[in-house]
């Protein structure tokens, strides 16, 4: 053969293009590409047992490195298992190539066994779809590549088994690919039209997103500029909270703080690089918003000034416009708001939490907050622990949370660990996972013992899908099917091999959590933890928590905030005296 296979030249293009990894299942088609990365140095097949797991850790590689990672799945039921992952990949915005293999072409329409058609399959969740032929190679894999990178999304390379064991139709040519979208700068117009907004209004509030990741700085120089309260959206949690003498917290369903308040009473809310979905927490009028994806301006809200631009990018093309701000009250106002709603609730459900039974679940996430490194990575499960990371976790713009914050997934945290701890194995990495989550895709467990990978994996076993107690609870629906059976954990992953500590006492709760963290290798760490401790001031009613849920301006869920009452705390005695 004068060019290598379609599988060999696919598998080295990847190495070369920095691939580490190929997260899988093998089976029947895909087995010339597995064969190819066995043959292949510098690359490896990571087994998963599940494939939807294989998309949801290189899901997770790609939100810590930033760079493309790669899943597989054999034909048929190989490829419809990779779709949970994938749509937590791309709405995510992480590049993520699947490989999905297909059955042979000469079965293709004829109802052949596991036939399936990929093409149509992952339309919705990826940006790039193709079935390839050798004719197509390599030139249709480098537009894979290019489209996951450059639209920061999935694309799926479909390819029937007698395609990845031909010859491919080309030779391998090196080609050098580009990383992703380069920074936006704003056009002068739109600037200027956002400098007379913020000028003209007599009081700001910026409310920020993952979009403002790389523009710390400049946000805290607009803030100061205009003397502008700063309030996030769970995405610009991680990027913006940390060192922050502006912020008022959080707003949605899991919020707190004045940001709400904040974000309503201001003449002028400025969006940054969010496209917080929940419009009913938006005021809805006088809103200017910047983004570097123009598809997102004025999709949650109508807009006075619509700026096409990275944040950073834009705030520095802008601070020079702005007529200085003086008066301080609006400001001073909001962080004295902010700084009493935090006292009010910060003990209200860690108090006498010691000798709580069952475990306090805000409890754990409070101390794990305390004892986990400064850079950890916490991945979090769909349901209450996305509500303890809100709460409880202290970023500081090293750390980082991965959840499946958009597309909603289930059983995400521990798959997610598994992708952050193969692209780092020497960084701390804590799978916070629910009951729930965990027995999902429980066979991730041999996963990690496999790979020998020290996740930590930190379990709230409350017996039950308690975010839908919750939600039941809100709805004024009779709870149903939300309990489980009471289950050892501990003892499943023991019977896998891996280190297990079952913690009942919440009088060890410290000192279980600093022990598995400082053990090498994986550790479950199991906390029976209470249920109907479901952050709801006990007081109330469920209309009353409706209520609180569309007026938004407390929030459904009054649980405890941990450190964040510090920083309120600090930032208020920060305020100049006159
Ligand atoms: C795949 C999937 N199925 C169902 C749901 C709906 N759902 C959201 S949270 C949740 C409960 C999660 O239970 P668990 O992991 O035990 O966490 P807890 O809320 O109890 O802490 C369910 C069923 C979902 N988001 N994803
Ligand atoms: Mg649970």
């Given at each position: 053969m004068a060019n290598p296979t379609v599988a060999e030249q696919l598998i080295r293009m990847l190495r070369d293009a920095g691939v580490e990894r190929v997260y899988g299942v093998v089976g029947d088609s895909l087995n010339p590409v597995v064969d190819a990365i066995r043959r292949t140095d510098g690359i490896e097949w990571v087994h998963v047992h599940n494939e939807e797991a294989g998309a949801f850790a290189a899901a997770a590689e790609a939100q810590v490195t930033g760079r493309l990672a790669v899943c597989a799945g054999s034909c048929g039921p190989g490829n419809t298992h990779l779709l949970q992952g994938l749509y937590d990949a791309q709405r995510s915005g992480a590049p993520v190539l699947a490989i999905a293999s297909h059955i042979q072409t000469a079965e293709?329409?004829?109802?052949?066994?596991?036939?399936?058609?990929p093409e149509r399959t992952f339309q919705d969740c990826s940006e790039w779809c193709e079935v390839v032929t050798p004719a197509q190679m390599p030139r249709a894999l480098r537009v894979a590549i290019q489209t996951a990178l450059g639209r920061r999304g999935v694309s799926v390379l479909v390819l029937p088994g007698d395609v990845a064991g031909a010859e491919s139709g080309n030779p391998t040519v090196p080609s050098v690919v580009a990383p992703g979208p380069s920074r936006v700068v704003p056009p002068p117009d739109q600037v200027r039209a956002l400098a007379d907004a913020l000028n003209a209004a007599r009081t700001v509030t910026l409310f920020c997103g993952a979009g403002t990741r790389d523009a710390h700085a400049e946000v805290m120089q607009l803030a100061e500029a205009v003397l502008a309260p700063v309030a996030h959206a769970l995405g610009g949690k991680e990027w913006?909270?940390?060192?922050?003498?502006?912020d008022v917290g959080m707003s949605g369903l899991l919020g707190y703080g004045a940001a709400h308040k904040a974000t309503h009473e201001a003449d002028l809310l400025l969006m940054l690089g969010t496209d917080f979905p929940y419009a009913n927490f938006l005021p809805q009028r006088r809103t200017a918003q910047v983004d570097a994806?123009?598809?997102?301006?004025?999709?949650?809200t109508p807009l006075e000034v619509a700026v096409v631009g990275d944040v950073g990018e834009t705030i520095r093309a802008v601070l020079p416009l702005l007529e200085r701000k003086t008066d301080r009250r609006f400001l001073d106002g909001m962080l004295r708001e902010h700084a009493e709603s935090l006292e009010k609730v910060v003990g209200a459900y860690t108090r006498q939490v010691e000798t709580m039974r069952p475990i306090h679940p805000e409890w754990v996430a409070a101390q794990l907050d305390d004892l986990a490194a400064d850079d950890a990575v916490f991945t979090v499960d769909t349901g209450m622990c996305n509500v303890w990371a809100a709460r409880y976790l202290t970023p500081n713009g090293r750390r980082r949370v991965i959840g499946s914050?958009?597309?909603?997934?289930?059983?995400?945290a521990l798959p997610h660990a598994i992708g952050a701890q193969l692209a780092d194995r020497s960084r701390q990495v804590v799978s916070m996972s629910g009951d729930g989550g965990l027995a999902m895709l429980m066979g991730e467990l041999l996963t990690v013992r496999l790979h020998r990978l020290p996740v930590k994996i930190v379990l709230f076993n409350n017996a039950s899908l308690g975010m839908v107690k919750l939600e039941m609870m809100v709805d004024g629906?009779?709870?149903?099917?939300t309990d489980h059976e009471a289950t050892d954990f501990s003892a499943i992953a023991r019977g896998v091999g891996i280190d297990a500590i079952r913690v009942e006492d919440p009088a060890l709760v410290r000192e279980s959590l600093a022990d598995g963290l400082s053990r090498p290798g994986p550790v479950l760490m199991e906390f029976v933890t209470d249920?109907?401790?479901?952050?709801?001031?006990?007081?109330?009613t469920a209309e009353q928590i409706k209520g609180f849920a569309l007026s938004a301006s407390k929030t459904i869920l009054g649980g405890g905030v941990g450190k964040m009452v510090d920083l309120a705390r600090a930032n208020l005695r920060n305020i100049p005296r006159p």
């Open positions: 293709i329409g004829t109802g052949f066994f596991q036939e399936t058609h913006i909270q940390h060192d922050n003498p502006y994806d123009p598809v997102r301006l004025g999709r949650r914050f958009r597309h909603g997934s289930m059983a995400n629906i009779v709870e149903f099917g249920a109907n401790a479901l952050s709801i001031p006990p007081a109330i």
